[in-house]
Nanobody
């Protein structure tokens, strides 16, 4: 059984920063590629960032390039999303996800395991 637990969400003013964490347990985390997605109310879940199992390749949605940074620490079974210069349109529930098969995918259907999400609210 796989467990992914996100933390670090909250309320922040526009221009501020947050660091999300996703702690994994129950499988060989270091072999999985990881992604972050977000979902705003009445919106589809959308891709934010992805990182391959060894951190060798990283991918970002255009909307967050230059502001967000994904990273991972395999010794701690944790993946991070550093979010800087936050904007009100970044407001959403943020989810981490794991895939053993689809390296760097931006397609949510390629991810097999999901966390419960953490809420991020950016006020203007």
């Amino acid at each position: 059984q796989v467990q992914l637990v996100e933390s670090g969400g909250g309320l922040v003013q526009a221009g501020g920063s947050l660091r999300l964490s996703c702690a994994a347990s129950g499988r060989f985390f270091s072999r999985d590629d990881m992604g972050w997605f977000r979902q705003a109310p009445v919106e589809e879940r959308e891709f934010v960032a992805a990182i391959t199992w060894n951190g060798g390749r990283i991918y970002y949605a255009d909307s967050v390039k230059g502001r967000f940074t994904i990273s991972r620490d395999n010794a701690k079974n944790t993946v991070y999303l550093q979010m800087n210069n936050l904007k009100p349109e970044d407001t959403a529930d943020y989810y981490c996800a794991a895939t053993p098969n689809y390296s760097g995918s931006s397609n949510r259907y390629d991810y097999k395991y999901w966390g419960q999400g953490t809420q991020v609210t950016v006020s203007s």
